[in-house]
């Protein structure tokens, strides 16, 4: 059986009250407009029967901040999902939003549809980035936004991005751990983007924003995904899904270094790396010259690393050494064991 799936409802940027810098919901999420109700009701029932001995089913409305949208219309969609749900055929309700756009009111009808879990769009907790990327809201609406939540019982999620403008290393570690402070059960890492159209995309233009490395983000982000993944918080998604505006012309040019279609692989390829040449360098100093390196079935990937990246490191790197890649369901995703044989 199948333990989760969830079924993505994507609401583009209605009723959201500002403009970031970075931010183009409808290029990101490839529609023009909010879905009808009976449009809503029909892809939800498309992907049920999909959907056949799965554990968990979420209904989410994703792409927009879901809080912001006049109230009417948040419970024209929330009354949709609350059927399937007390029909039995889906089991939670997820929806992700602004923190400026939580209050007890919206609280109290997220409540009243059984809304399950509440993403916070938070993308940094650094006040001067927040300013410069004009998120509208400062850091201590966040942390109102995420304890209210929390105190309805409901399941709190954060969304961070990397790399916007004025961001540093030191700064998304602190959103980390910062994020970690609030206790979600659930977070999102996204390299930022620039997307055409947008003032961030002015600011390249005009020389005021670079964008990072692929050394960089994959660095930053496998830095945070290790503090997160360590304080046992789910690691829900890394990196933007692939769109034909982010991979078109001259756009894909400038985001060469933040976007991959297989970004979540760099960044566990990196921690893999990272992990198991510590305890290389240990165990070399011994002279054993074969060593079996376990891992998670789900992190097996990378061992090897994508396109083979991984092997041709360690063989370059621990010439001497043979080492044998394994797979063992005891040990939990992200860890890893190296004994000599």
């Not at 009976?38 to 901040?65: H, N």
């Not at 050394?215 to 360590?230: F, N, Q, S």
């Amino acid at each position: 059986m199948k333990k989760h799936a969830i079924i993505p409802v994507f609401i583009p940027h209605l009723g959201c009250p500002h403009a970031c810098v970075f931010c183009d919901q409808n290029q990101i999420t490839a529609r023009n407009k909010a879905p009808s109700k009976d449009e809503v009701i029909s892809f939800v029932e498309t992907w049920l029967t999909t959907l056949d001995d799965v554990e968990t089913v979420e209904l989410a409305f994703y792409g927009g901040s879901f809080t912001a949208i006049p109230i009417d219309k948040q419970i024209e969609y929330l009354a949709i999902a609350k059927e399937f749900k007390d029909a039995g055929k889906v089991h939670k309700i997820h929806l992700s939003t602004r923190p400026d756009a939580i209050d007890e009111e919206i609280l109290d009808n997220l409540e009243a549809y059984s809304v399950d879990t509440v993403e916070l769009g938070v993308q940094s907790f650094d006040d001067e980035v927040l300013a410069i990327s004009e998120r509208g809201h400062d850091s201590a609406t966040v942390y109102r936004a995420a304890e209210m939540i929390t105190e309805r019982g409901m399941e709190l999620g954060i969304q961070l991005m990397i790399g916007l403008p004025g961001d540093s290393f030191k700064s998304c570690v602190y959103s980390a751990e910062e994020t970690i402070k609030l206790k979600p059960s659930l977070a999102r890492l996204y390299p930022t983007l620039v997307l055409p159209g947008t003032k961030l995309h002015e600011m390249y233009e005009r020389g005021e924003y670079t964008p990072l490395t692929r050394e960089e983000a994959v660095m930053r982000t496998a830095t945070m995904y290790r503090l997160l993944m360590d304080a046992g918080i789910y690691i829900m998604r890394v990196g933007l899904k692939s769109t034909d505006v982010i991979n078109s012309g001259r756009l894909g040019e400038i985001n060469q270094g933040t976007y991959h279609p297989a970004f979540r692989q760099l960044v566990e390829d990196f921690i893999s790396r990272e992990k198991i040449s510590s305890m290389l360098n240990q165990l070399a100093k011994t002279k054993h010259k074969k060593f079996i390196v376990k891992t998670s079935p789900s992190w097996a990937s990378s061992l090897s690393g994508h396109n083979g990246e991984n092997k041709k490191y360690f063989k370059e790197n621990y010439p001497d050494i043979e080492l044998i890649f394994e797979t063992d369901e005891n040990i939990l995703p992200g860890k890893f064991t190296v004994s000599s044989k």
